[in-house]
């Protein structure tokens, strides 16, 4: 199978045989050379039997994934959540609007755990969503990522954007003496709290509660978080993975195309 996690950002993908991942590579949206190298190393490969794609980046990106894929002549399947899947029941109000991203990494946090479980994704948003301890999806939060929060500050207030131009680095501090230590460490407290928060209230539900995070800021989170939470990468491709293993195994066919 060819894995694909296509976010506002940035692409993932992994090649898997017999379960194992034997290639993968992660690129940016933007930069159009890697894209290229991408398919002309896609080029030398056999055709993959499946190609699931996770895409939250919109009708372009699919457009290109589609182009990108037509080397070989196997069916391209992006994926979409349902009311159940892989032991993961969605009690979202309309269990199909919720992110094909946030879905496959919901059914990876449930392989992974087994138990109540916080999936914490770190992209250019960071969602925070709760799993029970029977693997149902009971809500969650979504909101700015650190960067994304850095970015909207700086555009939209012209002051701190002339004062973060005057300075270097940037670190977290209790209590930042420059503007731009400020303004990272105001965003990584936010994001610390709503996890914290979204912890202590599933706690409350259940007897134990696991916290995974994965995605590019999470590496950069856990130092601080305080919380015995554990990082896990590319949560979204391993659940892609499950969910194809997951048609096959139960139909024999390919059930997972929209």
């Not at 692409?11 to 034997?22: D, Q, R, T, Y």
């Not at 896609?42 to 919109?58: D, E, R, T, W, Y």
């Amino acid at each position: 199978m060819l894995l694909i996690d296509a976010g506002n950002s940035r692409c993932k993908w992994a090649w898997a045989e017999n379960g194992i991942w034997l290639r993968q590579g992660v690129l940016d949206n933007a930069d159009s050379d890697a894209w290229l190298e991408l398919k002309n190393t896609f080029s030398k490969l056999a055709a993959p039997q499946k190609i699931l794609i996770s895409n939250v980046a919109g009708a372009q990106m699919e457009q290109r994934l589609r182009a990108l894929c037509a080397i070989w002549n196997s069916p391209v399947q992006l994926i979409s959540a349902r009311g159940a899947q892989c032991g993961v029941r969605n009690l979202y109000e309309h269990p199909a609007q919720l992110g094909s991203d946030r879905w496959a990494a919901l059914i990876a946090g449930w392989q992974h755990a087994r138990q109540a479980c916080l999936v914490v994704s770190c992209g250019t948003a960071t969602t925070v969503d709760a799993l029970s301890g029977k693997g149902d999806f009971v809500g969650g939060l979504i909101l700015p990522g650190i960067a994304l929060m850095q970015r909207s500050l700086l555009a939209g207030t012209a002051q701190l954007a002339h004062e973060e131009n005057k300075s270097q680095g940037g670190s977290v501090h209790d209590f930042p003496l420059n503007t731009r230590d400020a303004i990272l460490s105001g965003a990584m407290r936010a994001t610390i709290a709503a996890i914290q928060y979204q912890y202590r209230l599933l706690e409350a539900r259940q007897q134990r509660v696991q916290c995974l995070l994965t995605g590019g800021a999470a590496s950069y989170l856990m130092p601080h978080l305080g919380l015995a939470a554990e990082q896990v990468d590319n949560l979204v491709l391993h659940g892609l993975q499950l969910i194809g293993q997951d048609c096959l195994n139960m139909t024999g066919k390919e059930t997972v195309a929209r």
